[in-house]
């Protein structure tokens, strides 16, 4: 069965560096996410995209934050310049359409360590 | 704004009992209502939806779920755990593109 995957599993950073996480989603799916939860909260919505554009963001996605599919495979969220609040798991998942009958399916996860 | 709450963040159960799992959610709109389940490291698995028509749905491993409209509810049930069933279990409503989820409940099934 086709899964959506994630590298790296455990990213650690310096606080004020840039991090990209990167996710393949499925194959034949037209909308990707991202949603992050820090430990011992629940799973929040970042962003939606499709059609190499942003469909719809959350109020946690501000200017640190930029996602981009460079290529026909990938799927990357940048953090620009991390802070200590940033450690989360980031998730990615993928739709084959966006509508709200679809199945989000989710990877494994990036745990995203920011000393 | 669309919402979830778990209303119990930890269900220590032993095996081969029954257990249910709370979930309220708030909503002005007609709502798409989905639990998912999170095993240790991994990601999120779809466990079952709500979409539209029966409001009891049956999803994998012998979960099931109700729909009460009335109550704001979408409760989570197994008649018989199994030690495997262990993990935490996440309610969420659609809202747009985006999967609102609850806080999550620590499902801990015991011999």
Known sequence: EPEVTQTPSHQVTQMGQEVI??????????????????LGQKVEFLVSFYNNEISEKSEIFDDQFSVERPDGSNFTLKIRSTKLEDSAMYFCASTPRGKGTDTQYFGPGTRLTVL | AQSVTQLDSQVPVFEEAPVELRCNYSSSVSVYLFWYVQYPNQGLQLLLKYLSGSTLVKGINGFEAEFNKSQTSFHLRKPSVHISDTAEYFCAVQAGTALIFGKGTTLSVSS
């Open chain 1, 21 to 38: 996480l990167r996710c393949v989603p499925i194959s034949n799916h037209l909308y990707f996410y991202w949603y992050r939860q820090i």
